[in-house]
């Protein structure tokens, strides 16, 4: 089969196929073994290698390991969305792809690992309008959401409790259509065994106890890391203290908050006030 030849320099989801293809050839393995050794067909290898599919960060890191290339396709992952993410973001996502619990508080916005498809094109052709990144690094940055989304499906998915301020619902993003399909994934993953949602509603005024999203993880060793974000970047925290008062104010918002069950109801019924 004649290869598709690439330019790395065009993209970096270019580099990463060049990149790959190359260990591949190094380690003397085709599309098809190395396929069979990552659970992946030949097609989809040789999608990879054209650069037409984002690779899952669980494949890269196995695909690693079978090539034994030391780290590298993990490290050229991380570049996939390029500028298009926040500065810190990156540290996070390596965590957050290890944690076995990930409890979340988030305003105004639909949390990324729940976002719809054409909900997250919606934000990031926002930002491409107010100049703040290129139609390219847009498309990166989508094609990186969805495939750290790819986690919640696998068969040791962690655990998820979300606490959602009701401006994540109220606030139409992408127009009608866009936040109803939105709103039924919301409703699609609060039916699933291993994710909690509930919703804070503004009736909660100041006894709110979280101000800012927030996002607590617990690894393995249970050990705990918590990240949030400001307008220029994103922090990601090891520091014992602060994290244990994270977790306390979570606690208070989780108890404070409507039940799950009150919650989808909530969500059903922002559903059926949009209007087409």
């Known amino acids: 089969m004649r290869e598709t030849k690439l ?7 270019a580099a990463f196929g060049v990149q790959l293809r190359r260990s591949r050839k190094a380690a003397g393995l085709n599309q098809v073994q190395l396929g069979r050794l990552t659970n992946l067909s030949d097609s989809q290898i040789s999608n990879l290698e054209r650069g037409t599919r984002v690779p899952t960060l669980d494949w890269v890191r196995l695909a690693d390991e079978v090539l034994e290339t030391g780290g590298t396709l993990e490290l050229m992952f991380w570049s996939l969305a390029g500028p298009a993410l926040l500065e810190g973001f990156p540290e996070y996502v390596a ?25 997250a094109e919606t934000l990031a052709s926002a930002d ?24 919640l499906n696998g ?34 993953l609060a039916n699933r065994p291993r994710t909690i949602i509930q919703v804070a509603p503004f009736s909660m005024g100041e006894r709110r106890s979280l101000a800012l ?14 990240y949030t974000e400001s307008q220029e970047r994103g ?25 799950d069950v009150a919650s989808l109801e909530m969500i059903r019924a922002a559903r059926k006030d949009l209007r087409p």
Not at 7 to 13: E, G, R, V, Y
Not at 238 to 255: N, P
């Open 95 to 119: 965590q957050e792809a290890k944690a076995v619990e990930l409890r979340q508080f988030e305003l105004g916005v639909i949390p990324g690992l729940f976002q719809t498809k054409a909900y």
């Open 155 to 188: 068969k040791e998915s962690p655990l998820v409790h979300a606490v959602l301020d009701e401006s994540c619902l109220r606030r139409t993003v992408g127009g009608a259509g866009v936040m109803r399909e939105q709103l039924d994934h919301l409703t699609e």
């Open 128 to 151: 491409v309008r107010r100049g703040a990144i290129t139609e390219e690094e847009a498309d990166g940055r989508v094609a990186y959401l969805l495939s750290r989304q790819q986690r």
């Open 7 to 13: 330019d790395p320099s065009t993209s970096p989801l």
């Open 235 to 259: 922090y990601l925290t090891r520091e014992s203290h602060r994290v244990t008062l994270w977790a306390r104010d979570y606690d208070r918002l989780q108890v404070g908050a409507s039940s």
């Open 213 to 226: 999203p927030v996002v607590l993880l617990t690894l393995a060793d249970r050990s705990m890391l918590g």
